[in-house]
Each structure stands twice: as structure tokens, then as C-alpha cells.
């Protein structure tokens, strides 16, 4: 299964678009939350805890075409809490999806199976599954026993089904190169369009923070794990592969990802939340990222985030076309 070219078009368009709008912050991807509750308590997630206080609250389809309007990004990027135990997450990304806007439902998997009748089969639609590792990891992280093999079971279905599917692992102090280079061997021959990677975040709420790397742990198990000779069909950006082995600087560049929840946009980001705000021009406010980013705010230290730096990775290559040919290319086309 390979990534849809109509994507690399409509999001090529895009930038060009805003570029030619002289904008300089504007989103990429709205990271829309329509809940924060969950049928899982992961180690290493910070939104459990965060919004304890909200986990009944839901994002209408209103609520919901309200923020992608708002953020307009060509991307809609839809997670939680997990969204599948949103009763009418079928609605919401059925509305998304007939604004031919590209929508990657994240899901712990274990709702996936019997949710599939919900969405259509669309190039528009990915399922984005979230792994740790192979059975025993995976399942450690996420406090359940039986949690790997009911998500394998769905994402083999949702295959068989012709469905997009992705996956997202995270990566943690402990993580274990030779499970992850196992799990992504076996996703690989399964046929998932591509292998999403991010270190954690080491959220202030999370209890557990020996769980996070920093940031020259992180490039160290980013070296190896992203092994050029393996040759899976890792979905990050090359360049920001390249900034995950430590081999690119980037400044932090949250506001490409928008993420709106049941209190409101978060900002300053994805990770961090100061504020919520019912405005999303607060996060293109160039005054905001005086405060945030590596060497402003001691939380961002070690901060290596998609959200942030994928983003980041992008904006640059404006500048540098040697960098526009090797996103063109794709890390597998180098
Ligand atoms: S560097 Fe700081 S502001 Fe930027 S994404 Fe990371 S935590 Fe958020």
C-alpha cells in the first residue's frame, strides 16, 4: 500500500499557496481531540491526567468542522483520549472526509474491528494505529495484556477491508531497538502503508518521567533504530528522520499543528498547554514563540515532537531546494 499521491499534491499546493500569502505561521495539520477520555491508561500519557476533570465532555460535529474551518489545514489529524469511544466519530470524519480534507484517525485499536462499518473506504481516510513494540512491550506500556494482539487483529482487517492504514510508535527510555526493528519488519510485511515514529513527551503530569529520553538519548535510539540499511517504509518526512538522528537543526515550530480540544485550542502546543483559547490566531502570534521553544522555556529542552519539528523540517526546505528534492524523494528514494 503507498502513500496517496493526491496528498503530496494537495499539500504541495498548500504551502505554495500560503507562501504566496506571504504567511509565515499558518497550520499544517488541526490535531482535533473530540474527547480525552480512554479505554486504555498508557504509561507516558499525559491526557488522562490533564483533562481528569473534562472526561465527559464531547466535541460535537459542529464543535468539530468549527476548529478544521477555523485551523483550514489540508490535514485533519484526529485522536484524544481515543476517538473511536466518541459516539458520533463516524459523523465527524465523514463531514471531514466530504471536504476532501485528508483525515488519520489515531486509535489504540482496540474499538478498530468493530468500528470499521462506520467509515468509508476513501483515499482521504488512514487508520493510524498506535504500537510500542512487539506483544510483551506493547502491552506493557499500555497496562493490558491482550492489547497488542486485538490491535493487530483489527489493522489485519482494516487491510483486508482496503482501508489506509498507518501506524505511530513512540519511543521511551527502554525502548528496545531489536523488538521495534521486529515489530517493524512484521507491520512491513502486513502491508501498512507507512511507520510513523516520535520520541515522548515528557508531559509535567505524567508520573512516570523516567520513561523519557533526552535529547541526546533520543538521537542515540533514533540512530539506530532508524537504521537506513532496514529499508522500512518509515512515513515521517527524511528530513526530520534526518533531525531525529541528530544530523539537522530545527527550531521549534508548533503552531504547523493546531490541536483543539473539549476546552479549546491548546497553547502553546500539542505537548503543552499554559492557556486554551477559543482563538486560533493566539498561536500564529509571533510574540508567542518568543517564550516557547529549546532554550526559552526549560520544557521544551529536550523536545524532539512531530508536531513541532516535522513541520519545522518543511518550512526550512523552502529555503533550501536541495531540501524540497530530498522530501520529493521520500527517505526510501535516497
Ligand atoms: S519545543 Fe516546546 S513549544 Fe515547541 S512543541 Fe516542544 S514543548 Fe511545545
Known amino acids: 500500500m503507498r502513500r496517496p499521491a493526491k496528498l503530496d499534491l494537495k499539500m504541495g499546493r498548500y504551502l505554495m499557496l500560503q507562501k504566496a500569502k506571504g504567511r509565515t505561521y499558518f497550520p499544517f495539520v488541526t490535531m482535533l481531540e473530540p474527547l480525552e477520555a480512554c479505554n486504555l491508561s498508557c504509561a507516558g500519557c499525559g491526557r488522562v491526567i490533564e483533562y481528569k476533570s473534562v472526561?465527559?465532555?464531547?466535541?460535537?460535529v459542529e464543535d468539530s468542522l468549527f476548529a478544521v474551518h477555523a485551523s483550514g489545514a489540508p490535514i485533519v489529524s484526529v485522536s484524544?483520549?481515543?476517538p473511536l469511544l466518541h459516539p458520533q466519530i463516524g459523523e465527524i470524519v465523514r463531514a471531514i472526509l466530504a471536504e476532501k480534507r485528508f483525515v488519520y484517525l489515531c486509535t489504540n485499536g482496540l474499538l478498530l474491528q468493530e468500528s470499521l462499518d462506520h467509515?468509508?473506504?476513501?483515499?482521504y481516510l488512514s487508520f493510524v494505529v498506535h504500537l510500542d513494540g512487539t506483544r510483551p512491550r506493547h502491552d506493557d506500556v499500555a497496562g493490558r495484556v491482550g492489547t497488542f494482539d486485538t490491535a493487530i487483529t483489527a489493522l489485519q482487517?482494516?487491510?483486508?477491508r482496503g482501508f489506509r492504514v498507518n501506524t505511530n510508535t513512540t519511543l521511551f527510555r527502554g525502548s528496545n531497538v531489536g523488538d521495534l526493528h521486529k515489530l517493524f519488519a512484521r507491520l512491513t510485511q502486513m502491508g501498512v502503508e507507512g511507520l510513523m515514529v516520535s520520541p515522548g513527551y515528557a508531559y509535567e503530569d505524567v508520573s512516570d518521567h523516567d520513561l523519557f529520553l533526552q535529547r541526546q538519548e533520543s538521537i542515540?535510539?533514533?540512530r539506530r533504530v532508524l537504521d537506513r540499511s532496514k529499508d522500512f517504509p518509515l512515513y515521517n518526512n527524511p528530513l526530520y528522520l534526518d533531525f531525529l538522528r541528530g544530523e539537522r537543526e530545527y527550531a521549534c515550530a508548533a503552531w504547523t499543528t493546531p490541536t483543539y480540544t473539549v476546552l479549546g485550542w491548546r497553547k502553546p502546543c500539542y505537548a503543552l498547554a499554559d492557556e486554551h483559547t477559543d482563538d486560533i490566531g493566539d498561536l500564529f502570534d509571533p510574540m508567542l514563540w518568543e517564550h516557547y521553544g529549546p532554550g526559552k522555556d526549560r520544557r521544551c529542552t529536550n523536545c524532539m515532537m512531530h508536531s513541532s519539528f516535522e513541520g519545522a523540517s518543511i518550512l526550512k526546505a523552502f529555503s533550501r531546494p536541495r531540501d524540497l528534492f530530498t522530501l520529493a524523494r521520500g527517505e526510501r528514494g535516497r
Open 220 to 222: 542515540e535510539v533514533f
Open 55 to 60: 472526561m465527559d465532555r464531547r466535541l460535537s
Open 119 to 123: 467509515f468509508p473506504i476513501s483515499p
Open 157 to 160: 482487517e482494516a487491510l483486508a
Open 80 to 82: 484524544g483520549g481515543e
